[in-house]
C-alpha cells in the first residue's frame, strides 16, 4: 500500500537511496535537505509523487514549514525517517565544547525538532511510524568517537522513551542502529576532524582520522540494500521497535548485550542489597 514517507537529509548518501527506493516503489515522498536544489537533481527532477522541501533540521521553523507543506500536497504524513545527520571525530579533549554542541544539534536535537513537528500529525490521524537512523555507536562507545556516540546514545535513549509516549495514538517508533555501511558519512561535508590539538593526542589523532579517510568507499553495508529493508520496515503491520542493520552491527549488539548481562551479574553482590532495611530504620 502506498505510504506518504517524509526523509530528512535526502540530498544524498543513504537518504537519497531511501527516497529513490520509496519512489521506485510507488510511495508518495517528501524528500528533504538543506539544499533542495540538490535533493531534485539527485532524484531526477520534478513528478506526481515527489515534493522536494528545504529542510535544516537544527530549524524547528524548517520543521513546522516542511509538516506542513507535506500535509497541504499529500493530505498525511504515514512514516518520518529521520535520517539527517553527521560526524564529529575526535578524542575527547581535542573536541571543542562548539563542536560538541554542533554534533547534538545536528543528531539530537535536529531529529527531535522534525518528529516535534510530525507527530500532531499522526496524532490526529492516529497513525504514524516515526524511524530514527541512530548508529552502532548508539550501542557501543569506541575510541575517537566520544561526541558522536554521545549523540547517538541520547538518540537511542530518547526514542525508547518515546515509544511509550506515542503508542496510545497507534504511532510506532523504530531505532535503526546501521553498522558500516558505504554511504557519504565519510567525506568532507559529513564528517568534521577535531578542532584543538593535544600533544599526548597528536600521534594518534593523525592514525585514526588517516584509518577513517581510507575506509571512505570500502565500508562493507550496501546503502540501497538498507533502504529497501528499511521500507520493508515501514509496511509492516507491527514494526521492530528496533532493527540492528548489518552483519557487524549485529555481532557487536550481541557482544553488547552479553557484556551487559556480565557486568549485572558482576555488580550483583556489591549492588543488589542496598535498599532501605525498613525494619530498622
Known sequence: MSKVIL?????????ADIASEALAAGHQVVATGRRPEEVDKTLGGPRDNLL????????????????QAAVD?????????NNAGNLF????????????RQQFETNLFGPMNVTRAVLPIMR??????????????????AEFTSAYAA????????MESLRYDVEPYNIHTTVVEPGFFRTELLVDGSTSWPELSIDDYAPRTAARIEAMKAMNGRQPGDPAKLARALLALACQDTPLQRFVAG?????????????LLAQAEASREL????AYDDAHV
Open 7 to 15: 526523509v530528512t537529509g535526502a540530498g544524498r548518501g543513504l537518504g
Open 52 to 67: 522536494v522541501i528545504q529542510l535544516d533540521v537544527t530549524s524547528s521553523g524548517d520543521a513546522e514549514a516542511a509538516a
Open 73 to 81: 500536497r499529500f493530505g498525511r504524513i504515514d512514516v518520518l525517517i
Open 89 to 100: 571525530t575526535g578524542y575527547f579533549e581535542e573536541i571543542s565544547p562548539a563542536q560538541m
Open 124 to 141: 490526529r490521524q492516529r497513525a504514524g511510524h516515526v524511524i530514527t537512523i541512530t548508529s552502532t555507536a548508539g550501542l557501543v562507545g
Open 151 to 158: 549523540s547517538k546514545f541520547a538518540e537511542e535513549g530518547w
Open 247 to 259: 552483519a557487524d552491527a549485529i555481532e557487536a549488539a550481541e557482544t553488547k548485550a552479553r557484556e
Open 271 to 274: 549492588g543488589g542489597s542496598l
